[in-house]
């Protein structure tokens, strides 16, 4: 492993793989101080007032004369949050696609409405935690036994979470809250859907599906346990509606659908220092690769772009784009401040311990997921994506509540970037894993798909890693199974984001 | 049933059980309109100006001259919202208590520091959802069969939430949370605890560890997912540490334990125009029953006593108590104005539909639960509550969230009264339901213990259905399935409190 790793060749700084003695031969330099793994060194001297480049962007100015080899963090860097100014449009890079014939194809499952489903699922959506015993009982009866005939259907799901009441019946967390649903229940990976209320909820099922024109069908069918008198029946009943749909369900057949198909959600969670260097470069690489193809990446974790958001709006193909994206941030300092929390105490401590300076190196790190081409599309949390190529979405950073909103906006696959390690899986959408790092690689083999470390490790490039990655995307599309989806996870990670107050 | 039903001596008006037409005979007098089932008339002629009695209480004043048989109701009360001068201590009822010689008693499980057990599970907690599927796992592998050479071990249980991590790591959220994990954890139906998180998470175990003084033991384990690297040897690691917990838990035995060991969640849910006026007063009473035994009630569900909490300070042991309960009431009104929202919209419009006037009226049927003896301590969501008597605890409305907090601050038995019908159950203490009218009663009868509904269909008394409950409390408490336990509910109901911004 080389001692140091150059981001780009614009860059006027270098990161440590490993710690560095006083002196240690840095490219043509020699350091002039101890630097610890993760940190920063200047190959060149930067004046005092001279802006520090790392991702080939601007990441903080020199405080005072930075010499050649001088260890470069917070000490001596100054972040200017100049009042920002936000540029539209001005960073659009030409996107070569890849002519329609020529184009990937994975084997996917097309539904009627037209969209492509990576698995073939039926889903028991719950509105409220008082009907989620119900919805496991109903799902927890389709064992392999029971499944045995239906050898294209890969499950009976619950989707079960602790809100739907003791909320308002308006705002933000009641329509995040609908629109989760809605999301779940026309979701291309769901081939039969059943939902399942209480009856007296907030969240009431018949207030959704009148908002969104839903209608009851053999495979769209709603229940509630007051309705039906009892948690037995209830759940007696919802085995019999499940049952009608799994011949339904069973007639779906994979066939060869265009890459364009693939909506992506990129999520990192558990991140460490090299988490912008490897794992998430090569994602926005694959990302990259996707969109050439006519696909959709959606990135998502709004408090992890905080402080770098200009960068997107720079990428925006309009105006309106880049709007919806400040619009984004503004509701988030609102929502932070009203929670006697704030978006500004960034990077942490752990971060600055880790080599992170300003906010900006963190928050380029993060949205290095999204590569490079421009942003067609904002979207609100759990909001249906229907932009093609590289979108973003309003979300938390918290990982399964991210991943919920991705997969309702219509995500038919996951990858999902960590350093420290993560047991994250999801359903119906498979997740993928790459570790950033090849230690925690070896260390959760079983948990892990792609090892990035070895970008540093064994100086794979940029572009190798990317490309595994997205062969990976349509592999896992086409049915192979992640290693998260190998081991069953997905059935206790879904996290509707909770906004409001809890009453 | 009769047509009306009154409910002190002193009140000058009674409600109607059933829809009466124009003209028909309430007590000595005649209905001047139609009146719908759950809404008042009044008994006698009630001057403008003059108070409206229900429950002995004042509930507003009449807003014109009411003529005896008129139907009372938003059209002629007025409600004065004064700017409440807060009594402490001046409605003290004197308890007879019951002579410690002559005191019933249950078979419970008596734990090692003097705490008193209803039933004898090992619980496996997790701090964050990263760790959910692992925490399930383990439990999972402890079917029947695991368990049949441990007859006296009730289960292993899985407590598995949505929450965590992407969260501020100090603050009302931080704390409610880690005090739920603490009262789980120290709970004493819990013969063996386990604890599982990821590693990374803001909820750091070893945090809750260190704040509250725990020690790892042989019935007290904790591990991370990143520690032992990987979820499949997470799982493997986690069974092991369980089994070798049940030997240790088989160990304990039911004995005669005094009823003064008994702490009952005082809990409604899906309430309707008569939960004020059959189940609660009825649960209330067997708290009366169980307080004079030296037991302990705690109410909970702050938002549904809002605007009657000049009430529970009267009845409040001193000034430090009352002031407790004012400052939560103050801190709500904070809460849902921040996350903008309000306490006042109260009663709603389902709610004045249904009979209920004022918010002091609506506020009055919930407290009913809570009996008529002094409050003797208020507490904080899922704090200990080390009080004997009559006792509040912060808490949202919401059954799942207010009961975990119930739970967690020592509670080893629920009762829950419902009028609209619920599917609730808790582990590891159960749940006790409660029907609030006879037909719903009837629908759900697999679903609900008692049914309060009798004393309007078959004039049973305050008194016999009190006793009723409370008797239930003493035979669920030595082992007596409930009918949600018997059902097996309570894996999917544990649900902490989340109060801050999700981040
Ligand atoms: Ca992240
Ligand atoms: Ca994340
Ligand atoms: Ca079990
Ligand atoms: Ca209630
Ligand atoms: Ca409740």
Request: hydrophobic residues 35%.
């Amino acid at each position: 492993m080389k001692p140091t790793v150059r981001l780009d060749p614009s860059d006027n700084v270098v990161t440590a793989t490993r710690a560095l003695e006083a002196g240690a031969a840095v490219e043509a330099v020699a350091t002039t101080s101890l630097i610890p793994s993760g940190h920063k060194i200047a190959t060149e001297a930067i004046p005092q007032g001279g802006p520090i480049r790392k991702y080939a962007q601007l990441i903080g100015y020199a405080a005072t004369d930075i010499a050649a080899g001088d260890h470069v963090h917070t000490h001596n860097t100054e972040f200017r949050n100049t009042e920002q100014a936000y540029e539209f449009g001005t960073n659009l890079r030409n996107v070569e696609m890849v002519p329609e014939t020529r184009r990937d194809t994975f084997m996917g499952y097309r539904r009627e409405n037209g969209s492509v489903g990576t698995r073939n699922y039926i889903a028991v959506v719950t509105s409220v935690n008082c009907s989620a015993t119900a919805a496991r009982r109903i799902a927890d009866a389709f064992g392999p036994e029971e499944l045995a005939d239906y050898p294209n259907v890969d499950g009976v799901v619950a989707f079960v979470h602790g809100t739907g009441c003791g909320m308002a019946g308006d705002g933000d967390g009641f329509e995040a809250l609908q629109r989760v649903m809605w999301g779940y229940a026309r979701h291309p990976n769901h081939a039969g859907v059943l939902m399942v209320g209480l009856g007296c909820e907030m969240n009431q099922i018949d207030w959704l599906l009148e908002a969104y024109g839903l209608k009851q069908s053999p495979t769209f069918q709603t229940m509630n346990i007051q309705g039906v008198a009892g948690l037995r029946k209830t759940i007696e009943l919802g085995i019999e509606k499940v049952r009608s749909m799994l011949p339904i369900a069973n007639e779906a057949k994979r066939e060869p659908c265009p890459a364009s198909e693939l909506m992506v959600a990129l999520q990192c969670g558990g991140s460490d220092a090299w988490s912008g260097i490897t794992a998430n470069p090569a994602l926005g690489y694959a990302c990259d690769l996707l969109v050439a193809q006519g696909g959709t990446g959606v990135l998502a974790e709004t408090p992890e772009i905080y402080g770098a958001e200009h960068l997107l709006t720079a990428r925006a193909i309009d105006r309106k784009v880049g709007d919806r994206l400040v619009g984004l941030i503004r509701w988030w300092e609102d929502y932070t401040a009203r929670n006697k929390g704030s978006m500004d105490n960034n990077p942490s401590p752990g971060n600055k311990k880790g080599g992170l300076t300003t906010i900006l190196e963190k928050s380029l790190g993060a949205a290095a997921k999204g590569g490079t081409t421009p942003l067609t599309g904002v979207y609100k949390y759990a909001e249906p994506v229907r932009a093609k190529g590289f979108t973003f979405m309003d979300s938390p950073g918290y990982d399964p509540a991210s991943v919920t909103g991705q997969i309702a906006g219509g995500c038919n696959l996951v990858c999902f970037t960590t350093g420290r390690g993560s047991a994250f899986g999801s359903k119906p959408a498979p997740t993928i894993k790459v570790a950033t790092n090849s230690e925690m690689y070896g260390g959760m083999i079983e948990d892990m798909d792609v090892n990035a470390g070895t970008m540093l490790s064994e100086g794979v490039s940029l572009e190798e890693k990317g490309r595994e990655i997205y062969e990976l995307f349509l592999r896992v599309a086409s049915g192979e199974q992640s290693k998260s989806e190998a081991q069953g996870l997905g059935d206790y990670e879904f996290v509707p984001w909770q906004i409001g107050a809890v009453m």
